[in-house]
């Protein structure tokens, strides 16, 4: 079974940073696409950024140049890495994989950005 596991999450100032990390099992994790989605109060889940089994990435426009994303097959890992944050990037970040037509989902991580 297909389990993603969000952590890393918190309350930040804006202009600070944080490292969000999705851990898979129950698949083959270096060769699946991995998804970084958002969520905040009142607004549709948005997709922030992926990174495919070849280590390409794409971004959402709003996060271009603040965020980055990385994989760590070995740990079955991947991490969102967000820097210069805004208050509007406050939400619930989920992971994300596709695997045979199913959608998986993590729990959710909360960010909290102050200004």
């Known amino acids: 079974q297909v389990q993603l596991v969000e952590s890393g999450g918190g309350l930040v100032q804006a202009g600070g940073s944080l490292r969000l990390s999705c851990v898979a099992s129950?698949?083959?994790?270096?060769?699946?696409?991995i998804n970084w989605y958002r969520q905040a109060p009142g607004t549709q889940r948005e997709l922030v950024a992926y990174?495919?089994?070849?280590?390409?990435?794409k971004f959402a426009d709003s996060v271009k140049g603040r965020f980055a994303i990385f994989r760590n097959n070995a740990k079955d890992t991947v991490y969102l890495q967000m820097n210069s944050l805004r208050p509007n990037d406050t939400a619930v970040y989920y992971c994300?994989?596709?695997?045979?037509?199913?959608?998986?989902w993590g729990q959710g991580t909360q960010v909290t950005v102050s200004s």
């Open positions: 129950g698949t083959i994790f270096a060769t699946k696409t």
């Open positions: 994300n994989l596709q695997l045979r037509g199913l959608a998986y």
């Open positions: 990174i495919t089994s070849s280590f390409s990435t």
